[in-house]
């Protein structure tokens, strides 16, 4: 017997998916545009205005705004006819110095439309998808959601929450930070401690080469370098810190990647690893949280291990309890959370 009432209350909850759902190509548009950035401070302003401002048709501009306010992300005067973009909003569409700053996200979630198609087949086949076969480059855009958070916590949070880290980067240490991307967070640690070295080490040879160019380019920047390599088979010994944010659940092996990782280190060395903040039990992620880590675990994460040796498959919310398991069985005698935002945990592993 179908219940009428929670019928309409499911539809009503799908209707706000879909309008989500459909709101991220506008929401591409007016970031790629620089529409939200024409906004960001400027006050209410009208479709006319706005189109003149950016140099964009008219018709499509009235379209978008009314788009975004019926969103929630423009307020609108229907006296006067103008839409304004509130600061906190400015904060996630306009300001890319944000720690709230979202562009990177939407370009993730678009990426992973284009997917679709692989992933689908790994659904029947149980193999994996490999991360240079994902479409929309999806490794810029991931770069570019993770960038803001370390912008904002790797050295003001992060890095001060391990024991003596700081005091051994100010004078002199040697670090790899593995699995680096496009070597965002590298730059960030380089810039802040430039009495040590920093090495990035990632297995997508065009993310390195990007990070190679950027560093080339950069300047103040001679502390670090890029190279290719996996988590398994990068340069070892001798290292201080071992750094690897948003790598572990990713890998397919990840045991024999914290088997290498105690490895090099010093005796008295740190491995540093962000994740994403998940509870140990599914029960304990079935939120807002846990649904957009849960998609993209399924989209990329999962099926990135799977495409690797072991394809151990964590995912992106396995817990501390799993994590720690891994990190203990590669040969590391203590883990603990050193620190956590609304999104990531911080672990901590001693030998």
Sequence with gaps: MIDEEKLQQFLGKMLVDLGAAASVPLMRIGIRLGLYK?????????????????????RYAREWLAQNAASGYLNYDPVGRRFELPPEQAMVFADEESPCYMGGGFDAVAALYQTQPLV???????????????????????????????????????LPALD?????????????????GLGHSTFIMAKAFPNSTFIGYDFHKPSIEHATQRARESRGAGNLRFEVATAKDFPAGDLDLVTCFDVLHDLGDPVGAATHVH?????????????????????????????????????????ASLSQEVGMALGAQAGQRKLTEVIKAGGFSRVRRAAETPLNM?????H
């Design 263 to 303: 490895r090099s280190l010093k005796p008295d060395g740190t491995w540093m690893l962000m994740e994403p903040l998940a509870g140990d039990a599914t029960e304990d992620n079935l939120g807002p949280r846990g649904r957009v880590a849960y998609a993209f675990s399924t989209m990329a994460c999962v099926p």
């Design 164 to 180: 003596g880290v700081v005091t051994k980067l100010e004078r002199g240490a040697k670090v790899a930070d593995v699995g680096c």
């Design 38 to 58: 024409a906004m960001d401070g400027a006050g209410p302003m009208t479709s006319a205005e706005l189109a003149a401002k950016t140099n964009i048709s008219e």
């Design 346 to 350: 911080i672990l901590e592993a001693l």
């Design 120 to 158: 689908e087949g790994a659904f029947k086949s149980g193999g994996g998808v490999e991360w240079d076969d994902q479409a929309g480059c999806l490794f810029c855009a991931m770069g570019a959601m993770l960038r803001p958070r370390y912008s904002a916590n790797i050295v003001q949070n992060w």
